[in-house]
């Protein structure tokens, strides 16, 4: 799976920019293809509104959270000053 292949058609001509860790993307080659999928057209959405996620707070203020197939979480960070999105982790809820 080539990942930048996938966030640049996902992004399409949106003029954000897109980054993600390392954490995010070793998270993504455990999980069944299904989720994999639902994960995709969550970012989708995120692209669309960057604001859709639960801000979150204490140690992890800053970052924002949605939820995937019930199961799992997605965090992200957006930086609207730079236009920057940033993919920080993919996770069980029970791995929080």
Known sequence: MQLNNVFQEIQGDSLL???YEKKFLKSLKKI??????KLFKKIEQIFSNPSIGKYMCANRRGQQEVYIADA????????????RIEFLEFSHKKHQ
């Open 17 to 19: 920019i897109c980054t």
């Open 32 to 37: 069944d293809k299904t989720v994999l999928f």
């Open 72 to 83: 799992f979480r997605l965090y992200y960070s957006y930086n609207e000053r730079e236009n």
